[in-house]
Antibody
Framework: EVQLQESGPGLVKPSQSLSLTCSVT????????WGWIRKFPGNKMEWMGY???????SYNPSLKSRISITRDTSKNQFFLQLNSVTTEDTATYYC????????WGQGVMVTVSS | DVVLTQTPPTLLATIGQSVSISCRSS???????????LNWLLQRTGQSPQPLIY???KLESGVPNRFSGSGSGTDFTLKISGVEAEDLGVYYC?????????FGAGTKLELK
């Protein structure tokens, strides 16, 4: 069974970088597409971007200058880095298999606050 | 970006009642390859989103057949034929025909 699990700090200071890890079991990240989605307080959902089976990436234009998604195929993990965060980046962050959005992690709540 | 407009924002139902949620797109979701990449998700309180339906009308594995999806182009509908208590939560439509992928604002299903 495909399983995804997010990990990372729950609190980040404004202007710093947010870094999260998604660990995948039951399926190789060298197949399909793997991405990040976030849910803001109040239910709004935003697709952030993905990394493909080949390592190519695609990002939401609203984040393009601040976001980076990378991977470590030896550990079957992929990563999110979001730079220069503000309080508006406070959200629950999910990783998912985004070829068809059929598998999601449990999510990690990240608060941006000083 | 493609805007997905979900109605109603809140849905009050009794157990056993049939309900429908509408999702209207600002542009056609028919891809040049012939597929329509419109999915429905359910997020129960405190849980991650659960995929229900993909490609407009195909049921994900393990999803009860009281859920059904229909539509084409810009108008789509999720129907629940006989609401059960476990169906409560927030329903989202989402599209990934057009870049960037986008989500509707959600419809909260509550008990009347």
């Amino acid at each position: 069974e495909v399983q995804l699990q997010e990990s990372g700090p729950g609190l980040v200071k404004p202007s710093q970088s947010l870094s999260l890890t998604c660990s995948v079991t039951g399926y190789s990240i060298t197949s399909n597409y793997w991405g990040w989605i976030r849910k803001f307080p109040g239910n709004k959902m935003e697709w952030m971007g993905y990394i493909s089976y080949s390592g190519s990436t695609s990002y939401n234009p609203s984040l393009k200058s601040r976001i980076s998604i990378t991977r470590d195929t030896s550990k079957n993990q992929f990563f999110l880095q979001l730079n220069s965060v503000t309080t508006e980046d406070t959200a629950t962050y999910y990783c998912a298999r985004t070829g068809s959005f059929d598998y999601w992690g449990q999510g990690v709540m990240v608060t941006v606050s000083s | 970006d493609v805007v997905l407009t979900q109605t109603p924002p809140t849905l009050l139902a009794t157990i056993g009642q049939s309900v429908s949620i509408s999702c209207r797109s600002s542009q056609s979701l028919l891809h040049s390859n012939g597929n329509t990449y419109l999915n429905w998700l359910l997020q129960r309180t405190g849980q991650s989103p659960q995929p229900l339906i993909y490609l407009v009308s195909k049921l994900e594995s393990g999803v009860p057949n009281r859920f059904s999806g229909s539509g084409s182009g810009t108008d789509f509908t999720l129907k629940i034929s006989g609401v059960e208590a476990e169906d409560l939560g927030v329903y989202y439509c989402m599209q990934f025909t057009h870049y960037p992928d986008t989500f509707g604002a959600g419809t909260k299903l509550e008990l009347k």
